[in-house]
């Protein structure tokens, strides 16, 4: 079997500091100290907050995209850090990505909001330094998918928080299934029209799968200091959680996953054998209660909650529409009604259910807030 690869941490270390210095302006200002900086809400849990990023790939299958290529995935890792006087990421923590943010994403999001050029500062500092030692102990760990069309920086924030309560949290961002990926530590960025073949949503909703497959069985190689704390009898997926019954069936299926949270808005409800199932929705889900009683279920719905509003753009979208008016009615499209109630509950029933199902802690999935409901079904 040929080796995996997974880049020096220590020469994307010293990449990111030469590509930080040297990133342009794509405005006429003089840069955004001035500008408005949208902010996640801080962390709750009592451990500081590390972030690093890496590439792995995987050298035995092909990627279906591009079949002259092995399969690469991108990797965000936060995890309960010691702080001391490390510094704190930008929100886009890659250079390469933050750069095609600030040259190329930024001036049409602009142009969609209705905002000028350098009105929001879309590079704002987070709650997570880099590249901090870890904290002691032994951390339970959550591999986290964003759906189609979405990259890993949106469950920045939900990482976060989970990371601060004591787990160990690796969002993945699937190439040519995201808007853009950065190809850590080079500078190259990769878009979808950068494949060279068309591949049928099935199959990639299957390459997804295989993805996080391989992210969990190689969990204890992904970085020296980090994996020593990683407890890997104790694994957990959010975000994406598959397409299908099938799909879901085989991620519950992986080694030590002991819980499963699906928090894309729209996730139809299956039946994971023993494994504990969470479900984060905008609307009613009918049906579950007809499911075999076999495993621990819980639904919250979040009435008005879109797939958007359960990640970071939630929060962050309603701070713009908030300072400028105009962008209000495209915000109200994209996030719906619910925040900051969607996004906070969604980083609470994660951290509780979670810790109720890999640390054995007596947590109810949420804390009910008015106009949530949570709808529990145990075996």
Known sequence: MRRRQLTS??????????????????????????????????????????????????????????????????????????????????????????????????????????????????????????WAPP??????????????????????????????????VVTVDHPFDAPVVDLYPTRRVIEPTDAATTVARLDADTTRVSDLEYVTSHLDGLDRQ??????????????WTGANAAQRAHLTGLPAVAGIADTTGAADVTDTGGVPLLV???????????????????????????????????????QIATRYPRAEPVVRRDIGEAQPLAYRTVRRSLASFFDKHLNGAAADPTAVEPGVTVDVVAP
């Open 9 to 130: 941490a220590l020469v994307g270390f010293l990449l990111a500091g030469i590509a930080v210095m040297a990133l342009p302006h794509h405005g006429d200002t003089d840069g955004w100290r001035a500008t408005f900086s949208p902010a996640l809400p801080p962390p709750t849990g009592p451990h500081d907050v590390g972030v690093r990023r890496m590439r792995l790939v995987d050298e035995d299958r092909r990627d279906p995209w591009r079949p002259d290529s092995d399969r690469t995935v991108m990797l965000d890792v936060h995890y309960p850090a010691d702080a001391g006087s490390t510094p704190l990421a930008h929100y886009a923590v890659a250079p390469a990505l933050t750069e095609f943010g600030r040259l190329a994403w930024a001036p049409g999001e602009e142009r969609r909001l209705g905002l000028l050029p350098d009105e929001v500062n879309w590079m704002f500092r987070t709650h997570s330094h880099e």
């Open 280 to 318: 984060v929705a905008g609307s009613p889900v009918g049906g579950h209660r007809d499911l075999p009683r076999s495993g621990w279920r819980a639904i919250v719905t979040i009435p008005g909650a879109s797939p958007r509003s359960l990640t970071d753009d939630g929060v962050m979208l309603a």
């Open 135 to 168: 904290a002691t102990g032994s951390f339970p760990v959550l591999v986290g998918s964003p759906p189609p069309g979405v990259m890993r920086s949106a469950y920045t924030g939900i990482a976060e928080e989970l990371a601060s309560r004591g787990f160990v």
């Open 226 to 239: 980090v994996s020593r704390v990683m407890d890997l009898r104790r694994i957990g997926l959010f975000g």
